[in-house]
């Protein structure tokens, strides 16, 4: 089974990255090959809007979103770990998102969705944000899991899992979570178990 893996932190050993390890740790575990990207460390440059990918479904932009579209096409499941910023997720995760502006035109327009493959597809997501939900939850979680949804079904994801951990600021804070890290190595597990 091929997993990626999406660290859409700016922060080296930051709490998006200690979740996304636990994950990938327990996928690993269970015989998975899996391929980790920290997006802040790729050259991918934003989406260009400029209709390239309309008629083949293939981006024209020459840069490190190439071979992650190529990974795409075939992987079984995706997993993506981002800081909330501003109501969203990071410039680093849109900019993956966004670039799959690409898919969306083969998908929608030309009809030819990325083919669920032996496992089928599925997608695991973990959100951290310093702020603190209240009883209704927060509107930051809710955009960026609506974001995130967008781009899974574009590259037919069409299941995914949200782990959601409010009130987590400071460097390192995850670890002093009761539950979190467990929760994400648990979710891995689960994530290429099924």
Known sequence: MKVLAFNGSPRRG???QLLLDEAVRAARERGADVK?????????RPCQNCGGCEKTGLCIV?????VVHEELRSADRIIIASPIFFFSVSAQTKILIDRAQAFWNEKYILKKPVPPGPHGRKGLLFLVGGMKK??????GYLCAE?????FFRTVNVQEHSTLE????DERGAITKHPTALREAYEA???LVSE
Not at 36 to 44: G, K, Q, S, T, W
Not at 134 to 139: E, H, Q, W
Not at 146 to 150: F, K, Q, W
Not at 165 to 168: E, G, R
């Open 14 to 16: 930051g709490n998006s």
């Open 36 to 44: 980790v990207y920290a997006l802040n460390a790729m050259n991918i």
């Open 62 to 66: 020459k840069d490190e979103m190439l």
């Open 134 to 139: 209240d009883d209704k939850g927060s509107v």
């Open 146 to 150: 609506t974001t995130t949804r967008a």
């Open 165 to 168: 951990y409010d009130n987590v």
């Open 188 to 190: 891995g597990k689960k």
